[in-house]
């Protein structure tokens, strides 16, 4: 079955950097296009950034664009979130996230998510 | 960006009850409308999808419906297991966004 496994999580001072990781296994993860999705301590959620399953087109939102970047390996069934110049606002636990549909170019919603990695920003 | 709202943000019922959360875009979306369940800890699930799609597992009680701007997520016998945090997602344009999420709680 599905399984997305986020991993990198921890605290970092406000302007430094993170990267996190998400393995996937239990489908064919070349052809299938990737978020990532984040909610602060007792908010909602918010939509970060997807990444095509071909890597042709990668999409931010507002809020971490120049920030952050959004990559992935499909030898290594990995995605990543390269997370510079972090805010106290970024804290959050971040998901990755799974589209429904193979080699899909148009948008979707999240079918699979991991347990999430949990960032916190704070000096 | 389109906006997204959910009413009403907080909703005690009780076991049995028939319940049902609205959600509007700021602008049509047509049908591009997913519904989350989401638990305390846990990672949000997928209810619904393209407004009124059942996604595969969740149980039948579960309905969605609405087109354009407005849309609903209907609960037609409430189990103990619904208690929980539900959102609303436009997926008609990159640039996803989420309603602020309902909050069902036992009355």
């Known amino acids: 079955q599905v399984q997305l496994v986020e991993s990198g999580g921890g605290v970092v001072q406000p302007g430094g950097s993170l990267r996190l990781s998400c393995a996937a296994s239990g489908f064919t993860f070349s052809s299938y296009g990737m978020h990532w999705v984040r909610q602060a301590p007792g908010k909602g959620l918010e939509w970060v950034a997807f990444i095509r399953y071909d890597e042709n087109n990668k999409y931010y939102a507002d809020s971490v664009k120049g920030r952050f970047t959004i990559s992935r390996d499909n030898s290594k069934n990995t995605l990543y979130l390269q997370m510079n110049s972090l805010r106290a606002e970024d804290t959050a636990v971040y998901y990755c996230?799974?589209?429904?549909?193979?080699?899909?170019?148009?948008?979707?919603?999240?079918?699979?998510w991991g347990q999430g990695t949990l960032v916190t920003v704070s000096s | 960006d389109i906006q997204m709202t959910q009413s009403p943000s907080t909703l005690s019922a009780s076991v049995g009850d028939r319940v049902t959360i609205t959600c509007r875009a700021s602008q049509s979306i047509s049908r591009w409308l997913a519904w989350y369940q989401q638990k305390p800890g846990k990672a949000p699930k997928l209810l619904i999808y393209k407004a009124s799609s059942l996604e595969s597992g969740v149980p039948s009680r579960f309905s969605g419906s609405g087109s354009g701007t407005e849309f609903t997520l209907t609960i037609s016998s409430l189990q103990p297991d619904d208690f929980a945090t539900y959102y609303c997602q436009q997926y008609n344009i990159y640039g996803f966004t989420f309603g602020p999420g309902t909050k069902v709680d036992i009355k």
């Open positions: 996230a799974k589209v429904r549909t193979p080699s899909g170019t148009y948008p979707e919603y999240f079918q699979h």
